[in-house]
């Protein structure tokens, strides 16, 4: 299981992220702008193309979705072969594109964190990292005393984290684990940690 480094009061200090409250934006008025006729039939154009370009955009999904699957298929037997490889070139019969596979992952939930633990083994620090994100109350921040009392304790490492801090464990993917899930992950669980842990979809260009 990854371990997460404890941090000493003048490394915690450096790693304190303050949260402000932003500015309440005003709020804008719709009006209805004088138009022509011929303005008119320019809107119901724009409209009209806007309804083609995304029934367009679906089919184009719909297609891509199938490339993806019939090219990632293969990537998958060379990835087990020992031959992992990013990039294809899929020929149609007028030209080609070009798939594309991604190094991003989403973060491994925590409800999910030990069935992928128990799936990687003693590979999960090799795939996956633990980030601590720390944040400073906004209470904690308006206090004068407290402030004081913080940076002494921060400097002596003695004050405990949840006194002053939100405290948020990300366990994130580690670089090159589109290729390295060949090598950790036997082939018949690959489905099995794709459903755990998603991968973004490879662009067809």
Same mark, same amino acid.
């Given at each position: ?14 790693? =304190? ?15 209805? +702008?004088?138009?022509? !006729?011929? $303005?008119? +039939?320019?809107?119901? *154009? ?11 955009? %679906? ?7 199938? $490339? ?6 293969? &990537?998958? /037997? ?6 992992? *490889?990013?990039? @294809? ?13 991604? !190094? ?19 590979? @999960?620090? /090799?795939? @996956? &990292?633990? $980030?601590?994100?720390?944040? #400073?109350?906004? /209470? +904690?921040? /308006? *206090?004068?005393?407290? =402030?004081?009392? #913080? &940076? ?9 984290? &949840?006194? +002053? ?13 589109? %290729? *390295? ?25």
């Amino acid at each position: 299981m990854a371990t997460t480094k404890k941090l000493s009061g003048n490394d915690l200090f450096g790693s =304190i992220a303050t949260k402000k409250s932003s500015d309440s934006k005003s709020k804008t008025t719709k009006i209805a +702008a004088t138009v022509t !006729d011929e $303005i008119k +039939a320019v809107v119901d *154009n724009v409209i009209s193309l806007k309804s083609q370009i995304a029934a367009l955009e %679906a089919n184009k999904g719909d297609y891509e979705e199938k $490339i993806r699957s019939h090219v990632s298929a293969q &990537q998958d /037997e060379l990835g087990y072969a020992g031959k992992y *490889n990013k990039t @294809f070139s899929v020929e149609g019969n007028s030209g080609s594109v070009s798939y594309v596979a991604t !190094d991003k992952f989403s973060t491994v939930k925590p409800e999910v964190l030990d069935s992928v633990q128990e799936l990687l083994g003693d590979n @999960f620090d /090799e795939c @996956f &990292q633990n $980030i601590r994100t720390i944040t #400073l109350r906004p /209470e +904690a921040v /308006e *206090n004068r005393d407290f =402030i004081e009392k #913080l &940076q002494k304790a921060l400097t002596a490492a003695g004050l405990e984290l &949840q006194e +002053a801090f939100e405290v948020t464990d990300t366990v994130k993917a580690k670089p090159d684990l589109d %290729a *390295n899930v060949y090598k950790f992950v036997p082939k018949s669980k690959l489905p099995t940690f794709r459903a755990l842990v998603k991968q973004t979809k490879a662009s067809i260009r």
